[in-house]
């Protein structure tokens, strides 16, 4: 199960096929790898604006600016978590914004940031694991942005 919140108004975003597609990235990363977090489905996915996403980078990475795409694993052992992969925040006007540098529609860049996210809260950490998260994120783009 897929929690959604759009706690943002400035950018539309498309409930149904992003939940559709978070839970298609979800499998196809389940299918090709195991890393030792990728222990559920529940997830929740979280859209806000620069603001917020500036007050959460600082608060937790130290960073007093806003970032394209948080993730929040869950670190917890109790039984009510089990399953619970933890937390994707994404800023809509920052995807905005890096859609427009890129070339790229809001959708398809909201996607690769889910696929980034999803990555990270299974487990992934492309500053530690000489490239293996990039490899794959490149190869679920190529899968499943086509």
């Not at 992003?18 to 790898?33: D, P, V």
């Not at 222990?39 to 600082?58: H, P, T």
């Not at 299974?122 to 783009?141: F, I, K, P, Q, V």
Request: hydrophobic residues 40%; charged residues 30%.
């Amino acid at each position: 199960m897929i929690t959604f919140l759009n706690r943002q108004r400035k950018y539309p975003v498309d409930k149904p096929s992003l939940l559709a597609f978070a839970e298609n990235a979800l499998g196809a990363i389940k299918r090709q790898s195991r890393p030792a977090r990728l222990l559920g489905n529940e997830f929740s996915l979280v859209f806000v604006g620069d603001r917020a996403m500036r007050r959460y980078n600082r608060d937790f990475r130290g960073k007093d600016r806003p970032t394209d795409v948080l993730s929040f694993p869950t670190d917890s052992t109790e039984p009510e978590f089990a399953g619970y992969l933890g937390d994707l925040i994404i800023s809509a006007e920052t995807a905005a914004h890096d859609a427009q540098e890129l070339g790229l529609t809001f959708e398809v860049e909201l996607r690769m940031l889910i696929i980034h996210g999803l990555l990270h809260l299974c487990g992934y950490d492309h500053e530690t694991d000489r490239g293996a998260m990039s490899r794959l994120e490149n190869r679920l783009r190529e899968q499943l942005l086509r």
